[in-house]
C-alpha cells in the first residue's frame, strides 16, 4: 500500500468553479500536511500547509485535514485559468515527505 | 532573488556514460535533498543532506550517489547511468527538515 494515494485526474473545471482535491495516507505518524502546486515545466512550490486536523484558509484555498479518516483536502473557490497546474499533496513524519503523484487541474476560461 | 538552480535543464545521455547533476541554492539553507519524479509514481527522495559532508539515503538511492563539500551545492551523480533512472530529477533546499522546501527547476534526464 501507497503511504499517499491521490486521484491523478485530470480534472477539467469552467472559471469561477469550486474545486476539491483529495488524498487519502495510511501513516498516522503523519503530522504536518503541505499541498504542493506545480505548474508545467516547473519545479513544485509549496501553496499551504496545516498542522493536525481541522482546516486553514488562505485566500482562496482552504486545506482540510480529517485524521480519523486520514483524508487531506484542498479546495479552491472562484478558480482561475491561473490555477491550471498539478497540486501534490505532502504529508510529512517530522523527518521526510511523502508526496502524492499529483492531480491534474485546468480551470477553462 | 531566492533560488536553487539546476544544470543541465535537459539531457540525454547513454548507457554507462557517468554524469554529474548541479544543484546550487542562495539562500544559506542546510538541508538539501534530491527527488524523482514519474508518472504515476510521483516525487520519490533520492538522497538528502543535513549540512555539509552529512549525507544519507532516501527512498530510492541505488544507482546514485551525492556530495555536499560545500553548503550551497548538492551534485547528484549517476557514475553509470541505466534507461531506468531516465526521469524528471528536481533539487530542493530547505533551512531545515522540518520547513518549507524550495524545488529548482528540474532536470530531465534520458538515459538510451
Known amino acids: 500500500q501507497k503511504e499517499v494515494e491521490q486521484d491523478p485526474g485530470p480534472l477539467s473545471v469552467p472559471e469561477g468553479a469550486i474545486v476539491s482535491l483529495n488524498c487519502t495516507y495510511s501513516?498516522?505518524?503523519?503530522?504536518?500536511f503541505m499541498w504542493y502546486r506545480q505548474y508545467s515545466r516547473k519545479g513544485p512550490e509549496l501553496l499551504m500547509y496545516t498542522y493536525s486536523s481541522g482546516n486553514k484558509e488562505d485566500g482562496r484555498f482552504t486545506a482540510q485535514v480529517d485524521k480519523s479518516s486520514k483524508y487531506i483536502s484542498l479546495f479552491i473557490r472562484d478558480s482561475q485559468p491561473s490555477d491550471s497546474a498539478t497540486y501534490l499533496c505532502?504529508?510529512?513524519?517530522?523527518?521526510?515527505?511523502?508526496f502524492g503523484t499529483g492531480t491534474s487541474l485546468t480551470v477553462i476560461p | 532573488e531566492a533560488q536553487v538552480t539546476q544544470n543541465p535543464r535537459y539531457l540525454i545521455t547513454v548507457t554507462g556514460k557517468k554524469l554529474t547533476v548541479t544543484c546550487s541554492q542562495n539562500?544559506?539553507?542546510?538541508?538539501m535533498s534530491w527527488y524523482r519524479q514519474d508518472p504515476g509514481l510521483g516525487l520519490r527522495q533520492i538522497y538528502y543532506s543535513m549540512n555539509v559532508e552529512v549525507t544519507d539515503k532516501g527512498d530510492v538511492p541505488e544507482g546514485y550517489k551525492v556530495s555536499r563539500k560545500e553548503k550551497r551545492n548538492f551534485p547528484l551523480i549517476l557514475e553509470s547511468p541505466s534507461p531506468n533512472q531516465t526521469s524528471l530529477y528536481f533539487c530542493?533546499?530547505?533551512?531545515?527538515?522540518?520547513?518549507?522546501?524550495?524545488f529548482g527547476q528540474g532536470t530531465r534526464l534520458t538515459v538510451v
Open positions: 501513516n498516522s505518524a503523519f503530522q504536518y
Open positions: 539562500m544559506n539553507h542546510e538541508y
Open positions: 505532502a504529508p510529512y513524519t517530522g523527518n521526510q515527505f511523502y
Open positions: 530542493a533546499s530547505s533551512f531545515d527538515k522540518n520547513t518549507e522546501a524550495f
